[in-house]
């Protein structure tokens, strides 16, 4: 597993900023097994470090963080990176049209013998300090949400009729992520948004989109990589292209791979035969994987 603060180190991150995570970790580590369990692993690096520098203000701030931004931008590998980093316990919550606040916060049932509280997810990382991960939190209806807002804001609690009231840990962050912009996505409204810093998350720049290509591809030659990094540039979906890239490896040619990943998500005929020009004038489709391996 990556030191996470020695790579924001050598990515040039504010020591300031730093050593506010260090005595963040220091004033509320995680505590026992099933916390320690819950931390994410870093093995995926997010890169961009004015981002990285907004998010941990936001964080230190006391401020919880709303990631917006189009698909395949690191939203979630961002989140998961900064729960790791503050070294807290994360829950992640997928939100969803049909969920209602009892989903969030928790019911009461029945176990055979009696009436017991199961608590939900918001409810848990609220009382244990954890990193509640808001995943695509715009998809939910705003009744369900509205049990969030005391919790979010500088009440710092959650007092729904029926529950026990609860303070919200002082370590508790709550990260949303949410899309925009194509078929599908909804706004959020502003009674919840305007309860989150927000970060409009930016594509991944070139240097840094080589940079991770060479970490997880070790093996590639550099002048493919930079060819792959180009066509990124043209606003290509990330997660395809490194799918792609990896069914290169498994033997695919980057033709197929390509057409697989990338150009077959899209469902309008024309629109695919324009992505397909996009590559084709970069990458040669017999390309295989002596090529693009060394
Ligand atoms: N700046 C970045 N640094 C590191 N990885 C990145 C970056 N931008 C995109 N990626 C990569 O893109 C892929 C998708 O990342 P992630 O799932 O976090 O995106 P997302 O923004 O949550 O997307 P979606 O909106 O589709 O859920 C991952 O492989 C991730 O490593
Ligand atoms: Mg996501």
Same mark, same amino acid.
């Given at each position: 597993?990556?030191?996470?603060?020695?790579?924001?180190?050598?990515?040039?991150?504010?020591?300031?900023?730093?050593?506010?995570?260090?005595?963040?970790?220091?004033?509320?580590?995680?505590?026992?097994?099933?916390?320690?369990?819950?931390?994410?692993?870093?093995?995926?690096?997010?890169?961009?470090?004015?981002?990285?520098?907004?998010?941990?203000?936001?964080?230190?701030?006391?401020?919880?963080?709303?990631?917006?931004?189009?698909?395949?931008?690191?939203?979630?590998?961002?989140?998961?990176?900064?729960?790791?980093?503050?070294?807290?316990?994360?829950?992640?919550?997928?939100?969803?049209?049909?969920?209602?606040?009892?989903?969030?916060?928790?019911?009461?049932? @029945?176990?055979?013998?009696?009436?017991?509280?199961?608590?939900?997810?918001?409810?848990?990382?609220?009382?244990?300090?954890? @990193?509640?991960?808001?995943?695509?939190?715009?998809?939910?209806?705003?009744?369900?949400?509205?049990?969030?807002?005391?919790?979010?804001?500088?009440?710092?609690?959650?007092?729904?009729?029926?529950?026990?009231?609860?303070?919200?840990?002082?370590?508790?962050? @709550?990260?949303?992520?949410?899309?925009?912009?194509?078929?599908?996505?909804?706004?959020?409204?502003?009674?919840?948004?305007?309860? @989150?810093?927000?970060?409009?998350?930016?594509?991944?720049?070139?240097?840094?989109?080589?940079?991770?290509?060479?970490?997880?591809?070790?093996?590639?030659?550099?002048?493919?990589?930079?060819?792959?990094?180009?066509?990124?540039?043209?606003?290509?979906?990330?997660?395809?292209?490194?799918?792609?890239?990896?069914?290169?490896?498994?033997?695919?040619?980057?033709?197929?791979?390509?057409?697989?990943?990338?150009?077959?998500?899209?469902?309008?005929?024309?629109?695919?035969?324009?992505?397909?020009?996009?590559?084709?004038?970069?990458?040669?489709?017999?390309?295989?994987?002596?090529?693009?391996?060394?």
């Amino acid at each position: 597993m990556t030191d996470i603060i020695e790579f924001l180190k050598k990515e040039g991150v504010s020591s300031d900023l730093l050593e506010g995570v260090s005595a963040f970790r220091a004033a509320y580590p995680a505590d026992g097994e099933k916390q320690e369990g819950r931390v994410p692993l870093t093995d995926i690096l997010y890169y961009g470090k004015k981002v990285w520098e907004e998010a941990l203000a936001a964080l230190l701030a006391g401020k919880n963080l709303l990631l917006c931004g189009p698909k395949a931008t690191g939203k979630n590998v961002l989140a998961d990176d900064l729960a790791s980093c503050f070294h807290r316990p994360a829950w992640n919550i997928s939100f969803h049209i049909s969920m209602d606040a009892s989903w969030l916060i928790g019911a009461d049932t @029945f176990d055979g013998n009696r009436v017991v509280f199961r608590p939900g997810p918001v409810w848990l990382c609220a009382k244990e300090g954890g @990193f509640g991960i808001l995943d695509e939190v715009n998809m939910a209806r705003n009744e369900a949400l509205a049990v969030l807002h005391s919790a979010l804001d500088h009440r710092r609690m959650i007092d729904v009729p029926g529950y026990e009231k609860i303070d919200v840990h002082p370590a508790a962050r @709550f990260i949303g992520t949410m899309n925009y912009g194509y078929a599908g996505t909804r706004d959020l409204n502003e009674a919840l948004s305007s309860r @989150f810093v927000i970060l409009q998350m930016p594509t991944i720049s070139e240097t840094d989109l080589e940079r991770l290509l060479a970490a997880r591809f070790p093996g590639m030659k550099g002048k493919i990589r930079s060819q792959f990094a180009e066509i990124s540039e043209r606003a290509l979906d990330l997660r395809g292209l490194l799918d792609a890239i990896a069914l290169t490896e498994k033997g695919i040619k980057a033709g197929d791979a390509l057409e697989m990943c990338v150009v077959n998500k899209t469902f309008d005929k024309y629109e695919r035969s324009l992505i397909r020009d996009v590559i084709g004038a970069r990458i040669p489709a017999d390309l295989g994987r002596n090529e693009i391996f060394g």
